[in-house]
C-alpha cells in the first residue's frame, strides 16, 4: 500500500504564503504527481500537476501564483503558494498517480485558511 502524506497547511493572511509538502512512501519515478483542493460544499478540482518529465500544468485560478516542484530523490512533491486570496481556503490533497498501472493514490489533506 503506497502512503500519502500532505503537511504545511495552516492559517494565513490575504497576501500571504505557504508551503505544502507531500511525501509518497515509495519512488514516484513511475508518477504524475499532482494538487487538488476541496473548499466546503464544492468538489475536487485538481490546480496543479507535474509528470515524470517535469511537464507542469496549472489552473487558471493559480497560475502565476502557485508553483509546483517534486524531488523524487526524497519522494517529496511542494506547492508554494503565494499571494493567497481567500477563496484559496480549502482542504488540500496530494495525489499520486502511477502512469503505468493507473492507479491513484491520495493523502488525507492538508486544511489552508485564508482569513484576516
Known amino acids: 500500500q503506497v502512503h500519502v502524506v500532505e503537511s504545511g497547511g495552516g492559517l494565513v493572511q490575504p497576501g500571504g504564503s505557504l508551503t505544502l509538502s507531500c511525501v509518497v512512501s515509495e519512488s514516484i519515478g513511475l508518477y504524475t504527481m499532482a494538487w487538488y483542493r476541496q473548499a466546503p460544499g464544492e468538489r475536487r478540482d485538481r490546480i496543479a500537476g507535474i509528470t515524470r518529465t517535469r511537464s507542469i500544468r496549472y489552473a487558471d485560478s493559480v497560475k502565476d501564483r502557485f508553483t509546483i516542484s517534486r524531488n523524487d530523490a526524497v519522494t517529496t512533491v511542494r506547492l508554494e503558494m503565494t499571494n493567497l486570496k481567500p477563496e484559496d481556503t480549502a482542504i488540500y490533497y496530494c495525489?499520486?498517480?502511477?502512469?503505468?498501472?493507473?492507479?491513484?493514490?491520495w493523502g488525507q489533506g492538508t486544511p489552508v485558511i485564508v482569513s484576516s
Open positions: 495525489n499520486a498517480h502511477n502512469d503505468f498501472s493507473g492507479f491513484d493514490f
